[in-house]
């Protein structure tokens, strides 16, 4: 490839008087090339996004690991096996016992079914990150007088689910066991108690704010009247991604009436769910890069078809039928990068613009973020960018191999 053949390639791509229609062709391939990789780099970010926000709302609210028993039913010697837990795996940082069952809760305005956890905060704070989330009040379980100066537990709330229950920071809210624990007759009824709410989070996953209560470990107990007992541990480690190691070792380790289940085994179905999504995404917005692909191919027949008669006036000056090959190439390389750096380019900036302004919203009762989540990876970057221009020269080939097999005296007696 020499400077002439570069020459000829960037003259024939430019707009000329008795060109003007195919010239127009190739701009509008370059802009079919911009759009296509915009929308692609664009909806891989999204993707990105997505996966990487609900990834830390799921891993904010839920343990990196939980430790159950088989039968799943409440267990009473979890500090020993909380210390078998340390003893066994070292990246374990943090570990806190939890209870969690289905109950419902009523206000003076509305009754509601929720999920409530039993915790201690001191030691569920090492694991979760729900005290980081406080909208209002604090992370505490600690009793509190309710409006008649009488101590109630305290008990802390999602903001969907306080929205819903129409109550604040201080107000009562009445706990309500579905039907009693301690009592396996069908004439038992439910067990209930008052507490009042000592603190108000919002994670920005409307799943969790709106069905997710935490109370104190030894108030459930009463409640559920099990004694000692919790329902499972939850174990922090050193990085999440390292989590089903964790669940390997524990499972050597552990009694055979326990197991161990890491955050994304719990989550499997949403994990597969967006790795599907990312993959089909970017199949279905490839093809509009292929399509604008195409339209290179009809726009360079068009051009070998307008330029017969110079293809032939130079391969009769020795421009050999490899080097009219490579002008056709370079016209449709140079139609491919530039559609590829301009759609790109304004793809990118788009993407920074709204991870630093979120600027694009969503509405928080219907999807699981109040914003549109971004997040740019460099990998998907390249890959999109090496695609497209792949692409745009494949696309040449054709033109260009046709343009080489002209016969120079047919091709200058063309008209």
């Given amino acids: 490839m020499n400077k002439l053949e570069f ?74 096996l909380i210390k078998q837990i340390k003893q066994a795996d070292s990246s374990v940082i943090a570990a806190a016992p939890y209870l969690v069952y289905k109950m ?65 920071v201080g107000d009562k809210v009445v706990l309500q066991t579905f039907q009693s624990p301690d009592a396996m007759m ?44 919790v329902s499972g541990i ?5 990085h999440y991604d390292e989590a089903s190691n964790t669940v390997r070792k524990l499972s050597d380790a552990l009694p055979y009436t326990y197991y161990a289940i890491d955050w994304k085994t719990k989550n499997i179905t949403l994990l597969k769910w967006m790795n599907y999504e990312k993959f089909i995404v970017a199949a279905i917005i490839c093809l509009i890069i292929l399509v604008a692909a195409f339209n290179i191919i009809s726009s360079l027949i ?42 790109g380019s304004v793809g990118l900036t788009l993407c920074l613009f709204q991870q630093k302004y979120h600027f694009i919203t969503l509405p928080g009762d219907v999807y699981v973020l109040p914003y549109f989540p971004i997040q740019v990876h460099a990998l998907d970057v390249v890959m999109v960018f090496v695609t497209s221009i792949v692409l745009c020269v494949v696309a040449t080939l054709l033109p260009a191999w046709k343009a080489s097999r002209l016969d120079p005296v047919g091709a200058i007696r063309h008209e």
């Fill in 302 to 343: 068009m051009v070998v078809i307008d330029k017969t008669k110079e293809i032939g006036i130079l391969r009769s000056m020795g421009l050999s039928k490899a080097g009219v090959m490579r002008v056709f190439m370079l016209m449709g390389s140079f139609i491919g990068v530039g559609g590829t750096l301009l759609g």
């Fill in 104 to 168: 419902g809760i009523s206000s003076r305005k509305v009754n509601d079914g929720i999920v409530i956890y039993g915790i201690d905060p001191e030691r569920s704070n090492s694991v979760v990150d729900i005290g980081k989330k406080m909208r209002w009040g604090k992370f505490s379980v600690d009793s509190l007088p309710d409006m008649g100066g009488t101590n109630r537990p305290g008990v802390i709330l999602g903001i969907g689910l306080a929205n819903r229950l129409r109550v604040v």
């Fill in 186 to 229: 069908a004439s038992a009824g439910p067990k209930m108690m008052q507490a009042v709410v000592s603190g108000i989070f919002e994670t920005g996953q409307y799943e969790y704010d709106g069905n997710l209560a935490y109370i104190g470990i030894p108030e459930f107990q009463k409640l559920m009247n099990i004694g000692d007992k």
């Fill in 234 to 238: 939850q174990l922090r480690v050193k």
């Fill in 7 to 80: 020459l000829i390639a960037w003259r024939y791509l430019g707009a000329q008087r008795k060109s003007l229609f195919v010239s127009l062709i190739g701009i509008f391939s370059m802009l079919g090339v911009s759009i296509g990789v915009f929308a692609l780099v664009i909806a891989l970010a999204a993707v990105n996004g997505f996966e990487e926000e609900v990834t830390e709302q799921m891993i904010g609210k839920d343990a990196h690991v939980d430790v159950m028993g088989y039968d799943g039913e409440p267990f009473a010697d979890y500090e020993e």
